[in-house]
């Protein structure tokens, strides 16, 4: 008898990769070989950089280190993916080169402060993970002003994050006595806080209204002066500030731009299938330009659908597990209020979403969205709250 063991090359260990690996791992045992690479030293979850930013907890215990993460079947390899050869499935790192039978790409987006004017030297940028605990300690230090969370230019990651940013930090100025003599404004592209979800965005625009946080939609910052400190803004406008939080442009990884993969910017795949134009190549969420939004409910969806395909590939199958578009969001409100939005993006159609809450009782749900994958993933117990 002879034995195929089937290499599985997973590019990435973020929400993508991370659920991928663990699935296939899991339901394949020693029947494929799955090697898992990512340069950082662990996994954060987008929320959680807002929590730490909050001082709703401390960055150690948001951050999910890798160390031990090889679970039954999954090779963690601690390096930097240097060259991807799409048609060869090879792959160079600076643990060495790996050759595989199915490559998945899923090394997320990059963020680039340096290329808005002003931003490094004016600003802050939340997004990194160092951005956002950098930002703990600038908060720590603020005695209010004219505060303004922009956007600096689209695709981004997480449509909600900033204005729930902007909530949340209205909730901070109030609990430091700060808010009365400060000012919250918002800069985003989109038209709607969550534009798949008229009620939510409602619900989002009605909590602005309340909270007076002033909302500048359909424009972004294109640069901060900070010699004057004013943000400058794609429709010609000026805004002062005294804190500028800014979300940073988006691009793939440079090692994904020079290998070919990307056209126009992020990877093309099959919406359905996450197949790349290369036979045995996947990728899967925000390094790809798939549909629907930047976000790890998307990457994770996707990366259960690809599972699947290489399950069944394993198993000498034909692979028909097909990705559906949905995705459960939730959003913070501040005052220990969060919203849930199930939001489904279909290729060619219109997408539609529902709301439920905000309520105290999701907070729990949020907080066991999280918990369950990092069981699910690390095997650990985690309380994401100090
Ligand atoms: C403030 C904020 C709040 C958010 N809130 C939410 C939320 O509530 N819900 C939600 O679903 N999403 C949220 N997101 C978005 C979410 O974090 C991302 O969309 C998600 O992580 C994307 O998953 P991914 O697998 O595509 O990429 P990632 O999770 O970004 O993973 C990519 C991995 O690739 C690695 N990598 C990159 N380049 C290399 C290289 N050359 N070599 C080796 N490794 C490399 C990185 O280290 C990283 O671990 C939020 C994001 C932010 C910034």
Redesign the pocket.
């Known amino acids: 008898m002879i034995f195929v063991v089937t290499r599985v090359l997973v590019?990435?260990?973020?929400?993508?990769?991370l659920e991928l690996s663990t699935t296939v791992a899991q339901a394949c045992g020693p029947d494929v070989e799955l090697t898992l690479?990512?340069?950082?030293d662990g996994?954060v979850?987008?929320?959680s950089?807002?929590d730490v930013m909050f001082g709703r907890t401390g960055p150690e215990q948001v951050l999910h280190r890798y160390t031990g993460l090889a679970g039954p079947g999954v090779r963690f390899v601690a390096?930097?993916?240097?060259a991807i050869d799409p048609a060869a499935r090879r792959v160079e790192?600076t643990a060495g080169p790996f050759d595989a039978d199915i490559l998945v790409v899923?090394?997320?987006?990059?963020l680039h402060p340096e290329a808005t004017p002003g931003l490094l030297d004016g600003g802050h940028e939340?997004?990194t993970v160092a951005g956002?605990f950098g930002v703990r300690d600038v908060l720590d230090g603020f005695t209010g002003g004219r505060v303004v969370v922009g956007v600096t230019s689209t695709p981004f990651?997480?449509p909600?994050?900033p204005s729930?940013?902007a909530l949340l930090m209205h909730e901070f100025l109030t609990a430091r006595g700060l808010r009365d003599g400060s000012e919250i404004s918002l800069v985003m592209p989109l038209g709607t806080p969550i534009p798949p979800s008229p009620e939510a965005s409602a619900a989002v625009l009605a909590a602005f209204e309340q909270h007076g946080i002033r909302w500048y939609p359909e424009r972004l910052v294109r640069a901060l002066d900070p010699a004057r400190r004013v943000a400058l803004l794609s429709d010609g406008g000026e805004l002062p500030y005294d804190l500028f939080l800014g979300v940073p442009v988006h691009r793939v990884?440079?090692?994904v731009a020079g290998s070919g993969l990307a056209v126009d910017g992020w990877i093309p795949v099959d919406p359905r299938t996450l197949e790349t134009a290369f036979p045995g190549v996947y990728a899967?969420?925000?390094?790809t330009s798939v549909g629907t939004p930047?976000?790890?409910?998307?990457?994770?969806g996707q990366?259960a659908v690809v599972a699947e395909r290489i399950v069944a590939t394993v198993r000498g199958g034909t692979p028909d597990a097909q990705y559906d578009g949905r995705?459960v969001?939730?959003l913070e409100f501040g005052h220990d209020q969060v919203a849930k939005v199930d939001v489904t993006f279909r290729s060619g159609e219109r997408p539609v979403g529902g709301l439920e809450g905000p309520s105290t009782a999701l907070v729990a749900d949020k907080t066991a969205f999280g918990t369950d994958r990092i069981r699910r993933w690390f095997g650990r117990d985690w309380i994401p709250t100090a």
């Open positions: 590019l990435g260990a973020g929400f993508g990769g690479v990512d340069q950082a996994f979850f987008g929320f950089k807002l390096a930097t993916v240097t790192t899923a090394l997320g987006a990059d939340f997004y956002a990651k997480c909600p994050a729930e940013t990884p440079d090692v899967v969420g925000d390094v930047k976000a790890g409910v998307f990457a994770e990366a995705g969001c939730y």
